[in-house]
């Protein structure tokens, strides 16, 4: 079985939407209801995280799915805290695998999905993800002579960056084991950002690639990893989702 936690409590204020960002139309269908769309033939269920000021809108939401369980983000305290939200549902639920994907990360191509499927049939890893080569990286992972992530770039805390590097696309597949095991341990030892004042979930990366195995792939296209979070990533994003369906 497998999990899909969707951190989605942001309030679209950069994009200047009259909605919350999770409910944001693109390209005529809201973000949430493109995940469901793009993920609902790979996961069994979908747990969705929300800010407490929209949490009954959220719910509306989900009572016409039945595998959707909302719950609340009661302080923001960034993205780490959020998928340590959905920790009474994986032990509820026991799923094989918990995927997590940020709400806005809606471009990702079926192609990736199913590589991401079919990465985690394979026996060892205890994430896998794909990741994106680009120039002027947001994010960068830095990784060692053998090829293991050692450790996080990130602009926003201040981190001088490469002029060219690899990214996370905002798409990842934990274990149980890793969950339940590993991003608890961390969690218990993570600091918040110098920069964001958050606690945030990338940097779990490095920490479990010291520990156990970390695997990644290319994704099938750079515009997959484009997050929306701002009106010309909007615009952007409805052009390529319209150029897809051509």
């Known amino acids: 079985m497998r999990l899909l936690i969707v951190p989605a409590a942001g309030r679209g204020s950069r994009l200047g939407a009259a909605v919350p960002k999770p409910f944001v139309t693109v390209a005529g269908i809201s973000m949430l209801d493109r995940l469901v769309d793009l993920y609902d033939r790979h996961v069994e269920r979908f747990l969705v995280v929300v800010n407490p000021s929209f949490v009954e809108d959220a719910r509306e939401w989900g009572t016409r799915l039945p595998n959707v369980e909302i719950v609340e983000q009661r302080m923001p305290t960034g993205m780490l805290d959020a998928i340590l939200c959905a920790s009474p549902a994986v032990a509820r639920l026991h799923p094989d695998w918990i995927w997590i994907t940020w709400c806005d990360q809606i471009g990702v191509l079926p192609e990736t ?83 964001t004042g958050e606690r945030n979930f990338l940097p779990f990366i490095p920490w479990l690639a010291e520990r156990a195995t970390v695997a990644t792939f290319p994704c099938t296209n750079a515009m997959e990893a484009l997050g929306v979070n701002t009106p010309e990533d909007l615009r952007v994003m409805e052009g390529w989702l319209r150029e897809r369906t051509r």
């Open 113 to 195: 999905v199913v590589r991401l499927e079919t990465e985690t049939a394979i026996a060892g890893p205890a994430l896998v993800m794909p990741t994106v080569r680009r120039r002027h990286p947001y994010i960068h992972l830095a990784r060692d002579s053998n090829g293991r992530i050692t450790r996080i770039l990130h602009l926003r805390e201040g981190d001088e960056m490469p002029e060219e590097g690899e990214s996370d696309m905002g798409l990842f597949a934990l274990s149980r084991r890793a969950f339940e095991e590993g991003l608890t341990r961390y969690a218990r030892e993570a600091d918040v950002g110098l920069g």
